[in-house]
């Protein structure tokens, strides 16, 4: 039969640690995920006649965040290949 694969043991300090890194991350996200919710909300509500004058500052907004949150993604991707690495 094939074996399945075995978890790495944590101790506890291990995972206090990741439970405090995933906390934060998921704090961090959720600034540009609220910019693009309020931008795209608002997309929807304003008249397209006005959306000629507001539209590249929104834009500007989603593109920031979306920026904001690729850089999050990729710390946390780092953070994990670290892990592998050292742990």
Known sequence: EPKEPTRPEFDEAELKRWAALLRRFIHDLRNPLTVIKTNVAYLKET???ELVVEAPAVLEDL???IDQAEKLLSQLNQDTDIAR???
Request: aromatic content about 0%; charged content about 20%; proline content about 11%.
């Open 47 to 49: 008249d397209p006649a």
């Open 63 to 65: 593109e920031q965040a």
């Open 85 to 87: 690495i050292c742990c």
